[in-house]
């Protein structure tokens, strides 16, 4: 099941116990404005159906708890690694960059799109690698671009979106199906 629809279902259960204990706790009440005459036998039996809906509420809370918890932590850990792919990215970028600076600055020949990423990066740093191959040697290498082999990624998810589609192991809600179909 996934963590998104798991929430669905663990919440839709929730709902249906927090209106039962709300039924049963008017109920109760009622039979104790009442007063002495009503039997005690009645308050007796709402009272063990209220706690045994209390019991089942806070076992459906703390499941639900748990796959909130588990969603977090996926999210967590997506985020973080997006973030190192996306700094490993730049930092590749930068690399980049600075080897066109070297090929230039020792007075090779590379493609016209690697100087115009380095001039876009810095012109600092473009007019220093130009004024550095007027004063080298001339040097007749020509270089390839470093950016040819890069292809477009697709589309990114969002943490969030790939936390909820996470498959987790959690049983299905138990009185759900059944209050369902006693509706």
């Not at 308050?43 to 708890?65: F, G, H």
């Not at 977090?72 to 600075?98: F, H, V, Y």
């Not at 876009?120 to 020509?142: C, F, G, L, R, V």
Request: charged fraction near 35%; proline fraction near 3%; include cysteine.
């Amino acid at each position: 099941m996934k963590i998104r629809d798991a929430k669905q279902a663990y919440s839709a259960q929730l709902d249906i116990l927090r209106n039962k204990k709300q039924a049963l706790t008017n109920l109760l009440k009622d039979q104790e404005n009442r007063g002495p005459a009503v039997c005690a036998f009645d308050r007796v039996e709402i009272s063990r159906e209220l706690s045994v809906v209390n019991s089942q509420y806070e076992a459906t809370q703390s499941i639900m708890e748990n796959i909130v918890n588990k969603e977090n932590l996926i999210r967590d850990s997506e985020t973080a690694k997006q973030q190192s792919e996306a700094a490993a990215k730049q930092a590749e970028e930068m690399m980049k960059i600075l080897e066109v600076y070297r090929r230039i600055a020792s007075g090779g020949k590379v493609p016209p799109e690697d100087e115009k990423k380095l001039m876009e990066y810095s012109h600092e740093m473009y007019m220093a690698a130009k004024t550095a191959a007027m004063i080298a040697k001339q040097n007749d290498k020509e270089y390839d671009s470093l950016w040819e082999d890069e292809e477009e990624s697709g589309e990114i998810k969002d943490a969030s979106e790939i936390a909820g589609d996470t498959e987790i192991s959690v049983p299905a809600p138990e009185t759900a199906a059944a209050d369902a179909s006693a509706e």
